[in-house]
């Protein structure tokens, strides 16, 4: 089974920018869950889907934004790029459907904002 | 505010030995704790978990202990490998809130032979 997969794994963008990262779950899986990982402030979580809504949210400002298509495949896009949003963008996929389970990490888009 | 802890950043342990790594939680909705291990450039692997209705949970080489009235968690890793070096996270998740996973800043093992 392929994993989970993120693209592009690198990104370089200006300031004011908007950028969208993309990511495929593991075939089967309906949930998909975004992270920011910052030296600073270690993985975070940003918000989670499951068949196409929105389920839960992080503490994240409205820059950021997502969406889950029917084949969960999943986007996450920021708008307005700050400098403070450079981190690595993790996506995570799981099968479950009840409140806990674990949850499948792709490689990560690295954003890096000038 | 970080919810789960990990309060040492760094572990040197040698081959063969027990590693122990430790994590401390402040939320006492959490009801589902997770490892994970992370290599340079890849996304987090998922180790092993432990519901809050168990204290303890093995599997192989790994166990991960709950102490549920202390609100700590460890994972003990015997014997301890060289491919076993690196950033290992700490994770939780409440029942209410699905799939968000509050995770400490993580403890990196370095085995030595």
């Not at chain 1, 693209?7 to 370089?12: E, F, G």
């Not at chain 1, 075939?27 to 499951?50: D, K, M």
């Not at chain 2, 760094?10 to 430790?22: D, K, Y």
């Not at chain 2, 709950?66 to 290992?88: F, W």
């Amino acid at each position: 089974k392929a994993g989970v997969t993120q693209t592009p794994r690198y990104l370089i963008k200006t300031r004011g920018q908007q950028v969208t990262l993309s990511c495929s779950p593991i075939s089967g899986h309906r949930s998909v869950s975004w992270y920011q990982q910052t030296p600073g402030q270690g993985l975070q979580f940003l918000f989670e889907y499951f068949s196409e809504t929105q389920r839960n949210k992080g503490n994240f400002p409205g820059r950021f934004s997502g969406r889950q298509f029917s084949n969960s495949r999943s986007e996450m896009n920021v708008s307005t790029l700050e400098l403070g949003d450079s981190a690595l963008y993790l996506c995570a996929s799981s099968s479950a459907g009840t409140s806990s389970g674990e949850q499948y990490f792709g490689p990560g888009t690295r954003l890096t904002v000038t | 505010d970080q919810q789960v802890k990990q309060n040492s950043p760094s572990l040197s342990v040698q081959e063969g030995r027990i590693s122990i790594l430790n994590c401390d939680y402040t939320n006492s909705m959490f009801d589902y704790f997770l490892w994970y291990k992370k290599y340079p450039a890849e996304g987090p692997t998922f180790l092993i978990s432990i519901s809050s209705i168990k204290d303890k949970n093995e599997d192989g080489r790994f166990t991960v202990f709950l102490n549920k009235s202390a609100k700590h968690l460890s994972l003990h890793i015997v014997p301890s490998q060289p491919g076993d070096s690196a950033v290992y996270f700490c994770a939780a998740s409440a029942g209410n809130s699905g799939y968000a996973l509050n995770f400490g800043k993580g403890t990196s093992l370095l085995v030595t032979p």
